[in-house]
């Protein structure tokens, strides 16, 4: 229990075992004006495929804009990381997502950090990679949301595991984190035909779930 001390992540779930989170605006940090409608299309795709969550609480893109504005910064690129935890604590979200968007020739990379609001530190990031063309931005963003969204779930999932239990996984998927959670519930219950069944599922979802 010493090696093994709480996650970040732990501070992260409100009372109602759920997560608040502000997305703030994917800043344009190209040459290309081309990218500057994304700042916010990239901001509108993530909220609403995390919206789709009960788990997951979102704040809307138009009350983060309009604390922007009130704050008087309209141009998204002087957005900081801590005028970003600002706006986050204004609208009582534990967790701000704050990303970018970069271009180094032919390939476009979009960044994303997950941070804690009410320490400041960044508890996961991320960078997808695509051709410098728009036709690939929603590949970018269905990535981007996709991992964003099995960080944040299988967070929840694990605050009923013991530390020992959580960091024996390996599991990248939701769903096989589920499937081994409640198999090493059946286990301890001593039924073990039906931890049996439900690390099988693990498996079958995701071959990393080790303990299982």
């Known amino acids: 229990n010493k090696f093994h001390k709480s996650e970040l992540t ?9 997560i608040s989170i502000a997305v703030m605006p994917f800043q344009n940090r190209t040459n290309d004006t081309i990218w500057d409608v994304w700042q916010n299309g990239i901001q509108n795709e993530v909220v609403a495929f995390l919206s789709n ?7 809307q893109p138009e009350s983060i804009d309009n604390l922007l ?35 180094a ?12 609001t009410k320490t400041r530190e ?10 410098a063309d728009e036709k690939f931005i929603f590949q970018i963003i269905d990535s981007l949301s996709v991992q964003i969204k099995n960080f944040l779930l299988l967070t929840l999932l694990k605050k009923d595991l013991t530390p020992q239990d959580r960091y024996l996984t390996f599991a990248r998927s939701p769903e096989a984190y589920r499937h081994y959670a409640d198999g090493l519930k059946a286990f301890l219950s ?3 035909s039906g931890a049996v069944n439900l690390y099988s599922s693990a498996l079958s979802v995701d071959s990393n779930c080790l303990f299982a």
Do not use: H, M, W
Not at 10 to 18: A, H, K
Not at 53 to 59: A, G, P, Q, S, T
Not at 105 to 116: F, K, S
């Open 10 to 18: 732990d501070n992260l779930i409100s009372s109602d075992g759920r």
């Open 53 to 59: 969550y009960v788990e997951l609480i979102l704040k």
């Open 69 to 103: 504005k009130n704050e008087g910064t309209a141009i998204y690129s002087s957005v900081t990381p801590s005028f970003a935890r600002s706006i986050s604590k204004k609208l009582g979200a534990s967790t701000f997502i704050y990303g970018s968007i970069i271009q």
């Open 105 to 116: 020739g032919n390939q476009l990379r979009v960044t994303a950090e997950l941070t804690d």
């Open 122 to 131: 960044v508890y996961r990031s991320y960078q997808i990679e695509r051709p």
């Open 190 to 192: 001593e039924d073990f």
